[in-house]
């Protein structure tokens, strides 16, 4: 390799926790990425806010810049890597540089989830690549395997671990953490939760990569709004207890299931058997795990966050996009899409339950309840029944599969019931 052409220019839009990450380790290791390539890669600007802040990786004072016209305007600047975040104006930016024929890196699950199937369209107009394996999961590595390791399959199910934060938050809750407000408190003192934490405890985060997962896995087209979304703010310490006894962990599942042209797409907190890998993802951890008619079950573990996991990520996506500039060839992967896939609705789908159920501790309650189950055609699995304060007692049911809109209508006649204070919680299982 070698020959007429220079460095391959990189403009580098951020340089935050990944984007630092990013500039330090092309600084650290230029040499034997320029050996791997055939040439250097060179930061030609980088994109920032506010010039004059500390970084924890200093790049030289004439690189930075607020006008991200030195990026997208410069010939030399052949590939764009997008470490900002948020959807504008890292969507108008991206669709600025494809057009403009640049290879395009970016960690940005947001823009993917609302915009990656257009910007994947723009790339492929302008013979460029959209590589975008940090906006799962961060360091590990998921979308290259589903775009082709995992390409002879027909993917069944994606379950995933894909939120570090409520992972962190969940994990303590299960070791008797307390309850939901105090071990929020404590991951934002520790720095794995936002001080605004909405998009990670509302699963809101989950959503968005569950669609870039889905969109890969099935060939669909999954946005954010079709994704059933819950998040994990209703959760108490005696959910924890129950399932701990019961055999359980709490995780914050991400589903993607497909069941004949219809796929599940949801995210929930869920009961997870202890048996099962997944309900050992602990702390900030993630997992992805890709059932297939033919490798079965692959479970894909590691640091879902972090500067250099992501890094990690982002970097092997710009040597990727690097091969492709200095070969001034690029083949783009399947972008087949599967006709007549629809979202099934959240009435149709069918899994077991948990049910926490508030009652009077008299007889006879336990029985209505049994029934009120019954005329919706639920059958119980098992069924714990405790003494609670004020002479009240709790109610915890495991039902078998059923149909969530039996389930709604079953909760509806329950808490109408006399002697039933309320239906407290209601968690899925996950089979
Ligand atoms: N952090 C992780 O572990 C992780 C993991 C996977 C994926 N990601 C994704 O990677 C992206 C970056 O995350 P991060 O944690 O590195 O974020 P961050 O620490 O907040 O850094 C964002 C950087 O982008 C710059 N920036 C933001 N908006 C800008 C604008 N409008 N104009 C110019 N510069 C702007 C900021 O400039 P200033 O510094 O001057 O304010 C900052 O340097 C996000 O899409 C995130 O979802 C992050």
Redesign the pocket.
């Known amino acids: 390799m070698g020959g007429e052409r220079g460095a391959i220019g990189i403009g580098l ?8 990450g990013v500039a330090r380790i092309l600084h650290e290791k230029a040499d034997v990425y320029a050996r791997q390539i055939g040439y250097p890669l060179t930061l030609r600007r980088v ?5 004059k ?1 500390q ?1 924890r990786f200093e790049v030289e004072a004439p690189l930075l810049t ?1 006008d ?1 016209a030195d990026l997208l305007a410069d010939p030399g600047v052949e590939m764009i890597i ?5 959807e504008q ?2 969507y108008a930016y991206l669709r600025e540089a494809l057009s403009a024929g640049k290879f395009v890196v ?6 993917m989830a609302k915009h990656g199937g257009e910007l994947l369209a723009l790339a492929r107009e302008h013979n460029v690549d959209l590589l975008y394996e ?2 799962v999961g ?1 360091g590990i590595p998921i979308i290259a395997p589903l775009k082709r390791d995992l390409l002879a399959n027909d993917i069944v199910a994606v379950t995933a671990i894909i939120n570090g934060t409520t992972n962190y938050i969940l994990t303590s809750m299960g070791k008797g953490g307390g309850g939901f407000a105090e071990a929020l408190a404590e991951a934002q003192r520790l720095g794995y939760a936002e001080s605004d934490p909405t998009d990670d405890v509302e699963g809101i985060d989950a959503a968005y990569k569950l669609a870039i997962l889905a969109t890969l896995a099935f060939h669909m087209d999954a946005h954010p709004e079709d994704v059933h979304r819950e998040g994990i703010t209703r959760l108490t310490g005696a959910d924890f207890a129950y399932a701990r006894d019961l055999g359980y962990a709490i995780k914050l599942l991400a589903v993607a299931r497909k069941d004949g042209d219809r796929v599940q797409l949801r995210v929930h907190p869920a009961l997870v058997s202890q048996e099962e890998l997944l309900a050992r993802v602990d702390g900030a951890l993630n997992a992805v795990q890709i059932e297939g008619d033919l490798m079965d079950r692959v479970l894909f573990q590691g640091p ?4 250099l ?2 890094t990690s ?1 982002v970097v092997a996506d710009a040597l990727d996009a690097a091969v492709s500039i200095s070969n001034q060839v690029y083949w783009p992967h399947s972008s087949r899409r599967e006709a007549g896939l629809t979202v099934m609705p959240m009435d149709d789908v069918v899994t077991r339950y948990y049910l926490r159920i508030g009652a009077a501790d008299r007889p006879g309650v336990l029985a209505q309840i049994a029934r009120a189950l019954a005329d919706a055609e639920i059958s119980i699995a098992s069924v714990i029944q405790k003494e609670a304060a004020e002479g009240g007692a709790e109610v915890v049911i495991m039902t078998h599969g059923a149909r969530e809109a039996s389930m709604r209508g079953a909760l509806a006649a329950i808490a109408a019931l006399d002697g039933v204070g309320g239906v407290e919680q209601m968690l899925r299982v996950h089979a």
């Open positions: 839009m951020g340089l935050g926790v990944v984007g630092s994109l920032v806010r506010d010039p802040k970084r607020t991200a997008e470490v900002m975040g948020g104006p890292a970016t960690g940005n699950k947001e823009v940090a906006s961060g879902g966050a972090g500067s996991p992501t990520a």
